[in-house]
């Protein structure tokens, strides 16, 4: 049989476009011989469509373009993820959402089977994730029967995404039902350290039931997460015969041993090599600030550009995303900058090939002090007056973002949002921010691989050599604040992304007292991250829909 593996990059709500997309697909499979085309979960309508599934509207709009879909398709099978409405279920299976102003009939996030012109069978999700980033049980019914097709004399099973991640069940089921290869669809959200999870899965399954399977994940960003493709074909003994691109739109073309031979020619297996960990971080930062602009309908970004390691990452990634032509950097030197964060600052900007506005703020600063003088009287300056030049910062390129239509991109990364070592309304201001969920030892590792990978020093390397500073008083670093990002790391690692206690922290090897005081401040952030602006997901667990916790609280455990 002759699989083609559409790994598109779908618009949330955009059903006509997605459409659109999906009906190009099909074309182009079925020219290359394949006798099915699949395409990715929901990807009729975006994933995740979160609360859109709730409007009769939407739901209407989608129900007649997989109609039109349908009728487009001829005698290759096409598979298409969609929100299913089950208007006509039984009452009793009836799930309020929300509200009875608002709730909505069952829906099922499913899969139709297309051929000869019409919808030959539906498959629904078994499995609904509800952690993490994922809220299906608040929106679908699980489905509960395999279906299996008859494909090209061969059996195919449909399977969704989560199907896939636990022993026996759906795919166990399809197995059991006949199919010979088990294919899963997927909206399978990337981060560090997933693919080897999901082969893991996947030669399970393969090898407890016999059967070829095939693994296609849809590609792009979608506010704060991003998917990376990477779709596969595996056979039963869990070799890996073919291969998507990682983090672009893609077709793959296969031939399974299975059913009739294919009328023509084998097409040539693709087994790229993958991407090392620390490229595949930064291909993913670079789609998913590319796909948050664009489909946000922004054209053009600003980043203040400061000297720092941060924000020359968040540049690059701005200009490898936007292209040159696309991305401002505005340096606001204070009277605390030193000459060299703006030497670096205009060089990293000569390099990329992108516009160097400099705005100085020393006179802004000298009207606030007059201004705060009265209420300020008989206080010692500290971090209020400090703050306020970070807050003037964030005005001023918030202005400019209102003048010109151009997007702010924040530069805190999640070391600095994790302790609260970031400023409300000042480095925290902005529409995205890209490096919201990577550690500060990571970015490191990324401004030297982006080096690397241009066999130039694109980055200076006096910026990723000097220590890490605010520059918002004299003399000032990092570590005045915070422990050495090298200890600081790993304790954010372990009470953000794995829940540890401190008592389980301190036993891993961490000084109590340091551990002790990193929670205290994690906990205490958690007000000003609740207002940060959204950012690509790299990690298992990121701020934001990934961790939810109470801002008011006082459990310190």
């Given at each position: 049989?002759?699989?083609?593996?559409?790994?598109?990059n779908p618009v949330v709500g955009d059903v006509s476009g997605n459409a659109l997309d999906l009906?190009?697909?099909?074309?182009?499979?079925?020219?290359?011989?394949a006798d099915v085309v699949c395409a990715g979960e929901l990807a009729l309508t975006g994933y995740p469509p979160e609360d859109l599934v709730l409007k009769r509207g939407f739901r209407r709009a989608v129900g007649e373009a997989l109609e039109g879909l349908a009728d487009e398709v001829g005698g290759a099978a096409f598979v298409v993820g969609f929100v299913e409405d089950l208007a006509g279920a039984p009452a009793a299976v009836w799930r309020p959402v929300a509200s009875e102003a608002t709730a909505s009939p069952p829906l099922a996030n499913a899969a139709a089977v297309l051929r000869d012109g019409r919808v030959e069978a539906v498959y629904r999700k078994h499995r609904l994730p509800n952690y993490g980033v994922f809220d299906e049980a608040r929106y679908f019914m699980a489905g509960t029967d395999p279906v299996v097709v008859d494909v090209a004399g061969a059996r195919l099973g449909v399977t969704v995404c989560e199907d896939l991640w636990s022993a026996g069940g759906p795919v166990a089921a399809a197995a059991g039902a006949g199919a010979q290869i088990v294919l899963n669809i997927n909206a399978s959200p990337y981060s560090r350290g997933k693919r080897a999870d999901r082969e893991r899965w996947a030669a399970a399954h393969a090898a407890g039931g016999g059967v070829w399977i095939a693994y296609l994940n849809q590609v792009g960003g979608q506010d704060e997460v991003v998917f990376d493709g990477d779709s596969f074909v595996m056979a039963p003994d869990g070799t890996v015969v073919a291969r998507g691109a990682q983090f672009a739109a893609d077709l793959?073309?296969?031939?399974?041993?299975?059913?009739?031979?294919?009328?023509s020619p084998a097409p040539r297996p693709r087994t790229d090599p993958?991407?090392?960990?620390?490229?595949?971080?930064?291909?993913?930062?670079?789609?998913?600030?590319?796909?948050?602009?664009g489909k946000n309908g922004f054209a053009r970004a600003l980043v203040g550009l400061s000297g720092g390691v941060d924000s020359a990452l968040v540049a690059t990634i701005a200009a490898d995303a936007l292209g040159a032509g696309a991305v401002t950097a505005v340096g606001m030197p204070s009277p605390h900058s030193s000459e060299g964060s703006l030497t670096d600052a205009r060089k990293l900007a000569a390099n990329l090939g992108i516009r160097f506005l400099e705005l100085p703020i020393g006179d802004v600063m000298s009207a606030f002090d007059r201004v705060l003088a009265r209420p300020f009287a008989g206080t010692q300056a500290g971090v209020a007056e400090e703050n306020i030049q970070s807050r003037i910062r964030g005005t001023l390129l918030m202005a400019l973002s209102n003048k010109h239509g151009d997007i702010v991109l924040a530069t805190g990364n999640k070391s600095e949002y994790a302790v609260g070592y970031s400023t409300l309304y000042g480095d925290m201001a902005g529409g995205f921010a890209v490096i919201k969920?990577?550690?500060k030892t990571l970015v490191y590792e990324l401004c030297r691989q982006r080096n690397d990978a241009a066999a130039a020093e694109v980055i200076p390397r006096q910026i990723l050599d000097k220590p890490p500073s605010a520059e918002?008083?004299?003399?000032?670093?990092?570590?005045?604040?915070?422990?050495?990002?090298?200890?600081?790391?790993?304790?954010?690692?372990?009470?953000v992304e794995r829940d540890r206690s401190v008592a389980e922290i301190v036993a891993?090897?961490?000084?109590?007292q340091t551990v002790r005081r990193i929670a205290t401040l994690i906990d205490r952030a958690e007000y000003k991250r609740r207002q940060a602006a959204p950012g690509v997901k790299i990690t298992a667990r990121a701020f934001g829909k990934d961790r939810r916790l109470p801002i008011t609280q006082r459990w310190t455990g």
């Open positions: 049989m002759r699989l083609a593996l559409a790994q598109l009906s190009a697909a099909y074309a182009e499979g079925v020219a290359a011989g793959l073309v296969v031939d399974v041993p299975v059913g009739r031979p294919a009328p993958r991407l090392d960990p620390v490229a595949e971080v930064y291909a993913a930062l670079v789609l998913g600030t590319r796909d948050y602009v969920d990577v550690p918002l008083r004299p003399g000032q670093r990092d570590t005045d604040s915070l422990p050495p990002y090298d200890v600081l790391d790993p304790i954010v690692e372990a009470y891993a090897g961490f000084d109590e």
